[in-house]
RNA sequence: GAGAUCCGCGAGACGAUCGCCGGCAGCCUUCGGGUUGCGGGAGGGAAAGUCCGGGCUCCACAGGGCAGGAUGGUCGCUAACGGCGACCGGGGGCGACCCCAGGGAAAGUGCCACAGAGACAAACCGCCUCGCCAGCUCCCUCGGGAGCCCGAGGUAAGGCUGAAAAGGUGAGGUAAGAGCUCACCGGGCCCUUUGGUGACAUCGGGCCGUCAAGGUAAACCCCAUCCGGAGCAAGAUCGAACAGGGGUGGUCUCCCUCGGGAGGCCGCGGGUGGCCCGCCCGUUAUGCCCCGGGUAUGAUCGCUUGAGCCUGCUGGCAACGGCAGGCCUAGAGGAAUGAUCGUCCACGCCAGAACCCGGCUUAACGCGGGUCUCGGAA
RNA sequence: UCGGGGAUCGUCUAAUGGCAGGACGACGGGUUCUGGCUCCGUUAAUCUAGGUUCGACUCCUAGUCCCCGAA
């Protein structure tokens, strides 16, 4: 994963297309059900190995973290953080960041370093995408 | 200065960069989109709760009956309202001011626990009259008398209870008493004067002591007024996919080219979105109903110009209305506002549009002003 | 978006408008050598704020939270 690291354009840049997103009930169930997990006190994350070179992120705020206006914030945020570490994230995931009950206090640069760590532990129990069950 | 009360205002500001969602224009395109430029993009007092009312859209729209729901002083405002304004009446507060589901209790029904004699109709203790066989007590001039008890009755003044007990004070009256009678106060009904659109206020008079007499209608209820149903996932257009199966009755009359056609009745299905009667439609079919199967989490419209916002003038006590000019101000579809930096105010509450408005209620920071009461100083 | 229902001791539940009751639990005590079972006693509640009423868990209004249903 070191050679085509700088040739795909969605990794190049510092955008967030729909692409780069998990928007569809199916693929959420099925990242948490194949993906490892790490927790950290405002997050939860999975990762699963994707169908696609890219990596895409989808988020889940429920209402326990708070308002809308706290929930927005908090996606916003964790957007906001994926899209600014795309180039150090590794390649070819999917991944869903369940923000807990916590998250709504915590401020971005926690956000940020808790998505960033507990991707790459998540990444790491993560099964191979082969033909499983 | 403190406390109270009412009203109003604001919702961090400016700039830069990187992203995100729409719009317009240019270019490119494999027609999915890409890219460049310009411009817009979280408002608000509550976007909230979804408690009321409307617009809009679709369905329904002979009629009748019974339900059901909502409202409840008057006049006005409004598209409408259960909202708002002014006024009336009642209540609270020293006051500024605040609160009131504020029609009907002689249409009927129900309920009023405990306490108390008694909860709306009686009579427990009382008070009083009469009678007095027997019994008890006392007095005695030894004949009898008085009282208690008992019996028959008259009372509703007093008593206690309670949230509430047939208006209050005084006098007369009586065996004792009572609006039983009288005076005053209070109350009810009717007529009347004046003011007001009206609720109502007010002047004068008459009648009523049967002043017939409690509360509760946010108990049932009665009266008056209003209410068709659903909701933008409404609804419209275009498209993709799949697999089909079953049911669609009876009878009568007429016409007839004997294939069929027209009509009536019963039945069945649907509509009338609470129910019933009734009515309407279908029952001749490329339709309807049932079972099963399929699907795009599809595209476009609805979707933001509207009971709109601002300014000025103007009518009205006000709510609100009229006229003129100016402005265009988010429109997504897993759903766009975040991050970083700088300067300043001296640190920002509640909180995020989803068809759109008018209200109500709730959440909550800061500032200003009016008024009232108390205290102090001059 | 529309509709329905609910909230009572720590938990599960009763209660015509008239003293909020029961079970389990907890605590204390008795019984037992100890524990359990069992017996006795105690503790403890009407979601919040107003209103109607003499009186409200109950009726009305507003709010908070939860559950269910329809499209």
Redesign the pocket.
Known sequence: MTDERDDHPFTR??????EE??????E?TATQRRGGRHVMPALVVYAAHAEQPWTRI???VSRKVG????R??V???L??AF??NKRDLPLGFDLVVIARVGAGDA???TLERELLEACCNARKRARLPKRGE
């Open positions: 840049d510092e955008r967030l297309r729909k997103r998990l928007l569809r009930r199916p959420f989808g988020l889940t308002g809308s206006v706290v927005n914030v996606k916003r945020r957007r906001e899209r600014r401020d971005y640069e």
